[in-house]
C-alpha cells in the first residue's frame, strides 16, 4: 500500500490547524487593535470564517491531487514492473519449455549423432560432394539405413562398428535441403526420421572460402575540379588460412559504372590517398573482387559517392540500383549469387 493513504489524512488536518490558527491570529489581533484605540468605528475587523475555509479547501484539495498523483504515478510504475517481471518470467518459461521438447525430441530419436564434411568441388557443374556418417541409437548385424533424399534413395554402408557412411552431390548455390529422411530397416520393421541438422541455406557459406572487408576508414573531399580519396581497407576471411586460398585480389574504382583503375591489394589490405578528376553529378563506385581457389570471383561492394555542387555525398542503395553487397560468378562468368 501506498505510503500516501497514510499520510493524507495527516495532510488535511494539519491544514485545518492552520487554518484554524490563521483565524485566531486575525481575530485577537483586531480585537488588540480596537482595545488601544486604533479604530474608532465599532466594527471590529476580522478574518471572514468563510475566507478561512476557502483557504483551508484549496489546500486540501491541492494536498488530494498530489496524493493521487502520487498514487497513480506509483500504480503505473508497479504495473510496468510487473509487466517486465511477467515479460522475463514468460521467456524463461519459453526456453525451458523449448530445451525439454529439444530433450523430448532427443530421447525419441532414433539417431545418437550424424556428421558431415564436404569433399571435391566440381566448379563446371556447380556441385560439391557432401561425405556424412549416421550413428543409430541401437543396431544389429542385420540393420540396414539409408538415406531418402527428395526421392533418391541412398544406401549407407556399415563400417562394422555401427557408423554408416555415406555420400550425397548437392549443388552449391541451391537453398533449402531439408528434404531428407534418414529410414532404418530392421527385422523388416522400416522407421524414418528427417534429418533436421541438414544445412538449409546455399552450400557456398559452407564449403567455399569467403570474405568481407572492413573499412578502417573512408573518406571523399571535394576540390576544384577533382576528389580526393582516402581509403583504408582490410580483408577479413572466415578462418585462418583463408586469405591464402584467393588470388588477384583487386581494388576496383569506377566513375559513373566505367572502370577507371584497379588496384592490388597486398596481402589482403590496401590503403589508397590519391585524387580523381571529378564534376558535378559523377558517381563513384568502389568494390573488391577476389578469386578462390576454386576459380569463382567474388565481389563485396565497399562505398560510393557522388559529386554534388558544394560537397561529396555518399550515395545509398535506393539512389543506385545497380549498387549490391556481394556477388559470387562462376570462372566463364556467370552471376551465381546476384
Not at 468563510?50 to 503505473?76: D, H, R
Not at 530397416?185 to 533436421?196: A, C, I, K, S
Amino acid at each position: 500500500m501506498s505510503i500516501a493513504v497514510f499520510v493524507l489524512p495527516i495532510l488535511i488536518l494539519v491544514a485545518l490547524a492552520i487554518g484554524v490558527l490563521v483565524y485566531y491570529l486575525c481575530y485577537k489581533a483586531a480585537i488588540n487593535r480596537k482595545l488601544r484605540g486604533e479604530e474608532s468605528s465599532a466594527h471590529v475587523p476580522m478574518a471572514s470564517m468563510e475566507t478561512v475555509w476557502k483557504v483551508v479547501a484549496v489546500i486540501a484539495v491541492f494536498v488530494m491531487y498530489s496524493s493521487l498523483s502520487s498514487k497513480i504515478t506509483n500504480l503505473q510504475n508497479e504495473l510496468n514492473n510487473t509487466r517486465n517481471s511477467l515479460s522475463n518470467e514468460l521467456d524463461v518459461l519459453q526456453g525451458r519449455l523449448y530445451e525439454m521438447q529439444e530433450m523430448e525430441k532427443k530421447e525419441a530419436s532414433l539417431i545418437s549423432e550424424v556428421t558431415y564434411d564436404f569433399g571435391e568441388i566440381d566448379s563446371d557443374e556447380h556441385t560439391t560432394e557432401m561425405l556424412f556418417s549416421v550413428v543409430p541409437k541401437s543396431y544389429s548385424g542385420e540393420t540396414e539405413l539409408s538415406l531418402n533424399y527428395r526421392g533418391k534413395i541412398i544406401t549407407l554402408i556399415n563400417n562394422g562398428s555401427g557408423v554408416f557412411t555415406g555420400s550425397l552431390v548437392l549443388p552449391i548455390f541451391e537453398e533449402y535441403y531439408k528434404d531428407a529422411l534418414i529410414c532404418i530397416t530392421e527385422d523388416g520393421v522400416t522407421r524414418t526420421e528427417m534429418w533436421e541438422d541438414l544445412p538449409q541455406d546455399g552450400l557456398q557459406y559452407y564449403c567455399l572460402p569467403l570474405f568481407h572487408t572492413m573499412q578502417c576508414s573512408t573518406g571523399f573531399e571535394k576540390k576544384k575540379d577533382s576528389v580526393r580519396v582516402d581509403i583504408e581497407l582490410q580483408m577479413l576471411t572466415k578462418g585462418d588460412g583463408y586469405l591464402e586460398q584467393f588470388h588477384d585480389t583487386t581494388l576496383y574504382v569506377k566513375k559513373d559504372n566505367t572502370i577507371i583503375e584497379e588496384i592490388p591489394l597486398v596481402n589482403g589490405a590496401i590503403v589508397l590517398d590519391k585524387s580523381y578528376p571529378a564534376k558535378e553529378g559523377e558517381c563513384f563506385d568502389f568494390y573488391i573482387r577476389a578469386v578462390d581457389q576454386y576459380g569463382y570471383i567474388h565481389e563485396e561492394y565497399v562505398t560510393g559517392w557522388s559529386m554534388s555542387e558544394d560537397r561529396v555525398a555518399e550515395v545509398g542503395y535506393e539512389e543506385m540500383e545497380y549498387l549490391y553487397p556481394f556477388r559470387v560468378y562462376a570462372p566463364d562468368g556467370t552471376p551465381m549469387i546476384e
